[in-house]
């Protein structure tokens, strides 16, 4: 079974850092292009950052732009979402997500419906 597995949520305060991993079980997503999605409660769930297959292009939601960094490196088939100077409004469910609509592509994909493959999610709160 294909899943992929976040970690590195947690509670911080407001200012700190965090750095989420995904790391997919099953098979390599390294030609695949990469998302994070979030979701607070009481609300939908959101494009956050996305990459392509190699990393070289990127992509922010306004609201993580500057503060977000994603990045990936596929010897260890892994996705990372670096985020800086947290604040309480970025309190949600983290999501990591892999498309098979853009392989070996520079497409970078915002809409949820549009990814294959979802984790379970890590917890991200952030206290005032």
């Known amino acids: 079974q294909v899943r992929l597995v976040e970690s590195g949520g947690g509670l911080v305060q407001a200012g700190d850092s965090l750095r989420l991993s995904c790391a997919p079980s099953g098979r390599t997503f390294s030609t695949y292009s990469m998302g994070w999605f979030r979701q607070a409660p009481g609300k939908e769930r959101e494009f956050v950052a996305a990459l392509n297959w190699i990393g070289a292009k990127t992509y922010y939601a306004d609201s993580v732009k500057g503060r977000f960094t994603i990045s990936r490196d596929n010897a260890k088939n892994t996705v990372y979402l670096r985020m800086n100077s947290l604040k309480p409004e970025d309190t949600a469910v983290y999501y990591c997500?892999?498309?098979?609509?853009?392989?070996?592509?520079?497409?970078?994909?915002?809409?949820?419906?549009?990814?294959?493959?979802w984790g379970q999610g890590t917890q991200v709160t952030v206290s005032s």
């Open positions: 997500a892999a498309t098979s609509v853009a392989t070996l592509s520079m497409v970078i994909l915002t809409a949820a419906d549009e990814y294959d493959y």
